[in-house]
T-cell receptor, first 113, second 112 residues
Framework: QQQVKQSPQSLIVQKGGIPIINCAYE??????FPWYQQFPGKGPALLIA?????SEKKEGRFTISFNKSAKQFSLHIMDSQPGDSATYFC????????????FGKGTKLTVNP | GAGVSQSPSNKVTEKGKDVELRCDPI?????LYWYRQSLGQGLEFLIY????????KSGLPSDRFSAERTGGSVSTLTIQRTQQEDSAVYLC??????????FGPGTRLTVL
């Protein structure tokens, strides 16, 4: 049973476009929702994260929208650039325990010049 | 170094052989995680160490997999009698308790 479902699997946009990546979760005990960015040959790096007590969080060109009742959250990248081309993973965890992250399967984003 | 380091970066082995993968966490980080990333899949949790507590081994896929963490620092993931389905990138992450997790670059394991 996949606890965090991520879509789409891949996404191609033009420079300046606004790619949107969606995730849905099942476990209502999750209380921390990070997004990771991974470049080829590198480990994932934390991009932005949100807790369920807010509906939106923005850091630079990256925005997370969170819908607690629907158990969904999404990543928006404003004014996307070719350097944003990477694989993005959403994740979830329950704080206070082992804090093991449960990941979605990833979205490969390509931003064309 | 400032980040999490893993060695080797690449490992090719023959089916049935044992392999050891090493992780050096960020100094002072008490929590250490191992994840496995297979092609087209997300990251799959394997095992978690926190200080001197008993590790959370709930993600280990079989008894061929084991891990230890010596002195609260370096960790070794051992896979015995490797199978082709063990081919993946093995990632290590560390954090302070409740803090941001930092991932290493991973070890790419290929079992022929």
């Amino acid at each position: 049973q996949q606890q965090v479902k991520q879509s789409p699997q891949s996404l191609i946009v033009q420079k300046g476009g606004i790619p949107i990546i969606n995730c849905a979760y099942e476990n209502t005990a999750f209380d921390y929702f990070p997004w990771y960015q991974q470049f080829p040959g590198k480990g994932p790096a934390l991009l932005i994260a949100i807790r369920p007590d807010v509906s939106e969080k923005k850091e630079g060109r990256f925005t997370i929208s969170f819908n607690k009742s629907a158990k969904q959250f999404s990543l928006h990248i404003m004014d996307s650039q070719p350097g944003d081309s990477a694989t993005y993973f959403c994740a979830a965890l329950t704080q206070g325990g082992s804090e093991k992250l449960v990941f979605g399967k990833g979205t490969k984003l390509t931003v064309n010049p | 170094g400032a980040g999490v380091s893993q060695s080797p970066s690449n490992k090719v082995t023959e089916k049935g052989k044992d392999v050891e993968l090493r992780c050096d966490p960020i100094s002072g980080h008490t929590a250490l995680y191992w994840y496995r990333q297979s092609l087209g899949q997300g990251l799959e949790f394997l095992i978690y160490f926190q200080g001197n507590s008993a590790p959370d081994k709930s993600g280990l896929p079989s008894d061929r997999f084991s891990a230890e963490r010596t002195g609260g620092s370096v960790s070794t993931l051992t896979i015995q009698r490797t199978q082709q389905e063990d081919s993946a990138v093995y990632l290590c992450a560390s954090s302070s308790r409740g803090g941001k997790k930092f991932f290493g670059p991973g070890t790419r394991l290929t079992v022929l």
